[in-house]
Structures are given as C-alpha cells and as structure tokens.
C-alpha cells in the first residue's frame, strides 16, 4: 500500500516525514483499521516541499515534483495507490475532477498503471467527522481491491 497526500504541512517539515501531525495520527488509526501497521505501508506527497503559507500547491509545483514522485512510486512497486484529498487525486489523476466523482472506483498511475483508489484527506475528517463513514467505505473497498490483486498474481482462483 502506498498513500499519497498532498504537501508536507509544518510539523511534517519540522520532522522530514510525511502526516506526523493531528491528520497523520488520524491516518494512522485509519492504516491500523484496515490490520496494517504504519511500517507496512510507504506514505508520500506530491510535493516534496510545504508550499508557502501552507496554501494549497498549484499545478506547476506538482508537475515539478512529478518525476520524483514517479520514481518514488516505481521503487515501491505497490499493490495499490491510495490518493488521500482532493489536490492528490486531483494531481496523480490530472483531472479536476471533484474528488465525489473520484471515489469509489479503480483508476490507474503512472506508467505501470498501478491501480488508484481515492479517499478523504485526514485534516478534511477531523473537520467534518461525518464523512468518516465514506472514508471507512473506502478503505474496505481498497482492502477488498488489494485482496483481489494479491489472489490474481498468487494464481488462486485459476485452473
């Protein structure tokens, strides 16, 4: 599992390490939720640097970052992408797209077409604990995802 958000935010360029703040404990408990620990999963950013004033990252800074960000992804080599907020699915998708629209389906990244899933940043739950429902939802969905693909490469299922 990989999960991309969007930008460092201060405390995480304080420390040099991705969602280590109020959402980045949140996210936590979400990867702990789904049986995974924080260890078995890699956690990037689109942007590798915190925008000034923490606004949100335009278009240019991300396509900057792009390359690096692949490259990351390449390394990795995950089952699944997970894209957490709307400026990260919004950027590894190239869309603008509204991230509604963006859940619940399987779209692919990058130039192995790693399958890409969608969710809710964390900073946007605890604004808004009332969609953590469909952030959970989610998460099944992508847990259901990885199960199938791990069944497929492991040939189970097959005569």
């Known amino acids: 599992w990989m999960f991309i958000g969007e930008a460092p935010g201060a405390e995480e360029d304080k420390?040099?390490?991705p969602f280590v703040g109020r959402?980045?404990?949140l996210l936590t408990a979400m990867i702990r939720?789904?049986?995974l620990?924080?260890?078995?999963?890699?956690?990037?950013?689109v942007l590798k640097c915190r925008p000034p004033?923490?606004?949100?990252?335009?278009?240019?800074e991300a396509a900057s970052c792009r390359g690096y960000l692949e490259r990351q992804v390449a390394l990795v080599d995950p089952t699944l992408v997970v894209a957490v907020g709307r400026i990260a699915a919004q950027s590894l998708l190239a869309t603008e797209t509204p991230l509604a629209?963006?859940?619940?389906?399987?779209?692919?990244f990058g130039a192995r077409s790693w399958p890409l899933v969608v969710t809710y940043h964390p900073a946007y739950l605890l604004r808004s604990p009332g969609e953590k429902r469909k952030a959970?939802?989610?998460l099944l969905h992508a847990?259901?995802?990885?199960?199938?693909l791990q069944q497929e490469s492991s040939g189970g299922g097959r005569a």
Do not use: T, Y
């Open 15 to 17: 420390q040099g390490e």
């Open 23 to 25: 959402a980045g404990q």
């Open 33 to 35: 939720a789904l049986g």
């Open 37 to 45: 620990r924080r260890e078995d999963v890699f956690i990037a950013n």
């Open 53 to 60: 004033g923490n606004r949100d990252p335009r278009p240019g």
């Open 101 to 108: 629209k963006l859940r619940g389906k399987v779209h692919s």
């Open 136 to 138: 959970w939802q989610d």
């Open 143 to 148: 847990q259901q995802l990885v199960a199938r």
